[in-house]
């Protein structure tokens, strides 16, 4: 969080700095301005961008590097379209960033949980059940303790989100089981 309001922050006094001494030598500290901005980014949000979504997507999506995609569509968005508001107007680009940084921050106050310490399989459950529940996943996770992995597995059968069967399956059919059909008997039984 800390990254994220010192982010907003810088790029919240570039424009300020231009408004108050237009036309002067000393704009070189609007410039001076971006430094902290990417000393802070890069340190705080950067790997968030490339660690936190495979943390939160359950493991069946994982392998479809949908937050790779979303990272490279955002990046590519960026690098379209900030010549076009820069050359309309240069002083309204820092504003924008700083908005959309202020978007950030209130979304990953709000929507995003603490998976430091939580297994995988705890980040899905407690996704599943805020789902479930209709609840904000950070009150799911604030109120939920931390879990060790049978307590998981019981959790997500108590949800009817139990996949060993599902997975069983899985490997026969991708042939990663050399007793087949046992397996799936032992799934069953269980």
């Known amino acids: 969080m800390v990254g994220a309001f010192a982010t907003v922050y810088t790029f ?4 300020s700095i231009f408004l108050i001494e237009r036309e002067n030598e000393d704009n070189a500290k609007g410039a001076a301005v971006v430094f902290p901005f ?45 010549p076009l508001v820069a050359d309309h107007s240069p002083r ?15 979304f990953g106050v709000f929507f995003y949980v603490e998976t430091a310490g939580r297994q995988l399989g705890e980040v899905d459950r407690i996704y599943a059940k805020a789902h479930i529940e209709g609840k904000m996943a950070w009150r799911v996770a604030q109120d939920m303790p931390k879990l060790n992995f049978e ?20 490997k026969i059919e991708l042939g990663l089981n ?3 059909g046992q397996e799936l008997e032992e799934v069953r039984e269980k």
């Open 178 to 180: 050399s007793n087949s």
């Open 12 to 15: 919240a006094t570039i424009p």
């Open 38 to 82: 990417i000393t802070f980014f890069a340190f705080t949000l950067l790997p968030l961008l490339w660690i936190y979504p495979p943390e939160i997507n359950p493991l069946s999506t994982r392998t479809l590097i949908a937050s790779t995609c979303a990272n490279w569509i955002c990046n590519f968005a960026l690098v379209l379209f900030t």
């Open 92 to 106: 309204s680009v820092d504003l924008f960033f700083a908005l959309f940084k202020f978007i950030g921050l209130i």
């Open 151 to 170: 307590e998981i597995v019981q959790q997500f059968r108590g949800l009817g989100l139990d996949t060993n069967e599902l997975a069983a399956h899985e």
